[in-house]
């Protein structure tokens, strides 16, 4: 299983970026998709995640009301809308699948079998 994610780059605080991660095959019926990210001398954070069965998501209270997490089931795709961005959410955002996780442990990087390569948000003016 292979994640490739795109859509990073730089933006100005209040701006807006959309990162898109294709999932190479579904190991099972019920793939959870997802984003984590990490600044430089801090640890990886939940960021969202959505079912690619239902229509399920979850996002950190961090990002909540600015990000909308989305995704495309047919191409196997989650995107990730980020709106209203802020300095603080400047960091590598790291695409991540499973196909076996329970909801309690969405939010848990440790939960996650697949990753991405990690794609560089900047937020700055």
């Known amino acids: 299983v292979q994640l490739q994610a795109s859509g990073g780059g730089p933006v100005q605080p209040g701006g807006s970026l959309r990162l898109s991660c294709s999932l190479s095959?579904?190991?099972?019926?019920?793939?959870?998709m997802g984003w984590f990210r990490q600044a430089p001398g801090k640890q990886r954070e939940f960021v969202a995640a959505?079912?690619?069965?239902?229509?399920?998501?979850d996002y950190a209270d961090s990002v909540k009301g600015r990000f909308i997490i989305s995704r495309d089931t047919a191409k196997n795709t989650a995107y990730l809308q980020m709106n209203s961005l802020k300095p603080e959410d400047a960091a590598v955002y790291y695409c991540v699948a499973d196909g076996t996780l329970i909801r309690s442990s969405w939010q848990m990087a440790a939960a996650y079998d697949y990753w991405g390569q990690g794609t560089q948000v900047t937020v700055s003016s």
């Open positions: 959505i079912s690619l069965s239902d229509r399920n998501t």
């Open positions: 095959e579904r190991t099972t019926w019920r793939m959870v």
